[in-house]
């Protein structure tokens, strides 16, 4: 099992910069599939991006302004959030993908205009 732990969210105004961070309780090396998702008020979580072996993805909205990355030495996940939008308000979730399929508890993103 492994346990996530999110941190870095925070209250920014509109075209401010975030960088959420996620540690790992184990060892990640094992761990190909990694993502951020986030759930806005009232709405279902969504992905924001993700990334499967070498292989990133993100969600057109994002595309150009969140970068997602990993530091195996730290055990850590990476989501550097650029030009935020209060459209990008939420709560930001860490994920490992099955078979360890995990969840962090999330950290909050509020984006004020």
């Known amino acids: 099992q492994v346990q996530l732990v999110e941190s870095g969210g925070g209250l920014v105004q509109t075209g401010g910069a975030l960088r959420l961070s996620c540690v790992a309780s184990g060892n990640i090396d094992g761990i190909d599939a990694m993502a951020w998702y986030r759930q806005a008020p009232g709405k279902q979580r969504e992905l924001v991006a993700n990334m499967i072996g070498n292989n990133i993805k993100y969600i057109d909205s994002v595309e150009g302004r969140f970068v997602i990355s990993r530091d195996n030495a730290k055990n850590a996940l990476y989501l550097q959030l650029n030009d935020l939008k209060p459209e990008d308000t939420g709560v930001y979730y860490c994920?490992?993908?099955?078979?360890?399929?995990?969840w962090g508890q999330g950290t909050l993103v509020t984006v004020s205009s």
């Open positions: 994920h490992t993908y099955p078979p360890f399929n995990s």
